[in-house]
Each structure stands twice: as structure tokens, then as C-alpha cells.
């Protein structure tokens, strides 16, 4: 069965700095990995996804996340925060091939200090 | 617009009615899902569709109904509401596997 662990459920950086949010999987076949934010009432926006190929990928707003198999990690980085960037995290995992179901972490909330 | 919407944004029922919260797709995306979101559990999957008149059960489905006569349109009934179901119920669509799966805005239910 497949399983998201979110290392964090708050996580606060300071504006200009390093953003690095942490996300572990399980899955028994090779999995197609996803990035989801979302900002106050509103639904989930995909930020990035790994299907196959370049393990390293660039989403939208400057995040990047790299997929590591040895590591069953997907975390998610961006070099600068920008108060915008303030929102819900999701990381969320789905197994190829037959399995269509997304299964989602609990979520990482992502504060900006000024 | 195009695009995947649910109604009503908000609602507030009583124990033991029942509820439906309606989602519409106008992408004629194959598979749709039904969440809940709640505090320290992230988003739970309830129900979810292939194909129109093919659902299957999610990771909390009970006390939830659903159908799906029409590709389009994936509604989700609370058959007797109970204070658990207090949540926000998030809609989503998805062509295919692998596939980039939208949501929609949420339906905020409170069951007193």
C-alpha cells in the first residue's frame, strides 16, 4: 500500500531564504509523485509532479523537487521565499498501472517572516 | 467557465438529515474523486469514479452515497449526517494515471 509522511506540519522561514519542505513515500512499484499547495480557502493547485524520466522538476513559482528512489524522498525546495509563498503543502503519491487512487500527506503550513 | 465546480460553497444542516453536495466537470475528465479534509488528517479520499456508473470506495466512505449517471457530474449525499462529517469536501477530476488532477473550491459542512 501506498503511504506520504510530511515531516513538518508547520514550517517557517524567513523571506529571501531557503524553502525545504520534506516528503517521504512508500509505495511497492514505482510511483508517480505530486506537489499540491494551497492558499486560504481555496482547493489544491498543482505545484510540480514526477511521472518518470528527469528525476529533478521544476514547477510553478519557482519550486523544484527531486526525486530520490534510495531515499524514497520527494522533498521540495525553492532558493528564495517570497511572502507569497505562504500556503498548505501537500505532497501526494499514486502507483502506476492500475492504481488511480492519489494518497496525500497531511500537510506541511509554510510561514514567511518578514 | 470551464473548469470543475461544487455547490453549495457552504452549508449547515442538522444531525440526521440528509445532504448533497453536487461537483460538475466540464473537461469530460474519465476519473472523479470525492476528500475531506480535516485538521491533522490532510485529505481523505471518500469515494471515486473511472467512468461514469463505475464508483468505488475510498478510504472513508462510510456514512457517504454516491452516483455517477453522467460523466460530468459526481455528486456526493450524506444519507444522515452525524457531527463527524463537519469538514471541508473537496471535488477533483482527473483525465487519466499520472495525470495533473484538479480540484475544486470546497464545500465548507457543518452538521450541529
Known amino acids: 500500500a501506498q503511504s506520504v509522511t510530511q515531516l513538518g506540519s508547520h514550517v517557517s522561514v524567513s523571506e529571501g531564504a531557503l524553502v525545504l519542505l520534506r516528503c517521504n513515500y512508500s509505495?511497492?512499484?514505482?510511483?508517480?509523485l505530486f506537489w499540491y499547495v494551497q492558499y486560504p480557502n481555496q482547493g489544491l493547485q498543482l505545484l510540480l509532479k514526477y511521472t518518470t524520466g528527469a528525476t529533478l522538476v521544476k514547477g510553478i513559482n519557482g519550486f523544484e523537487a527531486e526525486f530520490k528512489k534510495s531515499e524514497t524522498s520527494f522533498h521540495l525546495t525553492k532558493p528564495s521565499a517570497h511572502m507569497s509563498d505562504a500556503a498548505e503543502y501537500f505532497c501526494a503519491v499514486s502507483e502506476d498501472f492500475g492504481n488511480e487512487k492519489l494518497t496525500f500527506g497531511t500537510g506541511t503550513r509554510l510561514t514567511i517572516i518578514p | 467557465d470551464a473548469g470543475i465546480t461544487q455547490s453549495p460553497r457552504y452549508k449547515i444542516t442538522e444531525t440526521g438529515r440528509q445532504v448533497t453536495l453536487m461537483c460538475h466537470q466540464t473537461?469530460?475528465?474519465?476519473?472523479m474523486f470525492w476528500y475531506r479534509q480535516d485538521l491533522g488528517h490532510g485529505l481523505r479520499l471518500i469515494y471515486y469514479s473511472a467512468a461514469a456508473d463505475i464508483t468505488d470506495k475510498g478510504e472513508v466512505p462510510d456514512g457517504y452515497v454516491v452516483s455517477r449517471s453522467k460523466t460530468e457530474n459526481f455528486p456526493l449525499t450524506l444519507e444522515s449526517a452525524t457531527r463527524s462529517q463537519t469538514s471541508v469536501y473537496f471535488c477533483a477530476s482527473r483525465r487519466g494515471s499520472g495525470e495533473t488532477q484538479y480540484f475544486g473550491p470546497g464545500t465548507r459542512l457543518l452538521v450541529l
Open positions: 509505495s511497492s512499484v514505482p510511483p508517480y
Open positions: 473537461w469530460s475528465h474519465s476519473y
